[in-house]
């Protein structure tokens, strides 16, 4: 499969969507309006391009996710291969000497590895497949993509295995049609990058629940951030639902679903499969109670916790079906 947007995986039945009844955005007359929800079959970013053998789960994972997908584990879903990222794209959320350094460089080392053509493949098909799962949604109501690597991603530097934020570039996106953006973050780890980018925006909220201090930011902007970081695991569901509460404006979501904060995926001792997988459905059934587009990110996941990457696979398959049922 190439960039071609051929459709690949399990054939999805030809689309009878309802016409979306949600609050119309700002330009009314213009296509991108009649969001229509959730009964087209869920498309997914994805294309060999993503993942990267015998590399670190960051860039290898999503070809599992995607078999288990294709072998129609998570319903009816499609695989599209998305746009990589241009040039013109990074340099929206990333200083032009940064991008520079990372296209050409050949010595440099990414955040996943050293450089090389396909890591460098890798990073711009997942940070454009941020792009068109919002394009996608704009459309049909939701969609995500098989990226993971993202959050950390500071304007002028990579960081914690993040070269370019996808999550940025895809609210960058949405705000050529709706008017306000929420980043929900639920990995494990804090995304400083991504307040970084885009905190000072007034059209972006950010909400993050953060089982460690990795990477934690302090909110600017009482009205726009919410930042929680857990002590207590019992309470972990109750600060998602603060999280939501916090993104009550916005007219996108945008969920970085992140499984690394699942105690045996490298996260808290006490947050269990159990609970994350109610927190997959609460977010998609929040998003669908408010009409608003919704998209996912696969985020953290790791086998530190004695997983097998097949494991962490089946983990992140929970996000896709909540995504697609
Ligand atoms: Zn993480």
Known sequence: MGGDGSKMGRP??????????????????????????????????????????????????????????????????????????????????????????????????????????????SILASTGGMRDAVKEALKNGRSGSLSSGLHHARRNSGNGFCQFNGLALAALEALKKVKTVGILDLDAHAGGGTFDILGDHPQVYLADVTVCSFDTWEPTDRARHFFVEVEQPKRYLEHVEEALNALERVDFLIYNAGMDTYEKAGGMK?????????REKRVVQWARARKIPHIFALA????????????????????????AA
């Not at 006490?270 to 109610?278: A, F, P, Q, V």
């Not at 097949?310 to 996000?319: D, F, K, Y």
């Open 12 to 121: 999805g039945r030809e689309a009878n969507p309802q016409p979306m009844t949600g609050r119309p955005f700002d330009d009314g007359g213009r296509r991108g309006h009649n969001l229509r929800m959730p009964n087209p079959p869920l498309t997914v970013y994805y294309s060999p391009a993503y993942a990267v053998d015998g590399r670190m789960e960051t860039v290898s994972k999503s070809k599992l996710v995607a078999g288990l997908i294709e072998a129609g584990e998570a319903g009816e879903v499609w695989l599209e291969a998305p746009k990589p990222a241009t040039r013109q794209e990074l340099e929206l959320i990333h200083e032009a000497e940064y991008v520079r350094h990372t296209l050409e460089d050949k010595g440099a080392f990414l955040e996943v590895g050293p450089w090389s053509q396909p890591l460098l493949d």
């Open 270 to 278: 006490g947050i269990t499969k159990e609970m994350i997988l109610k």
């Open 300 to 323: 953290g996941g790791y086998k530190w916790g004695g997983l097998t990457l097949q494991q962490v696979a089946e983990l992140h398959l929970e996000t896709v079906k909540a995504f």
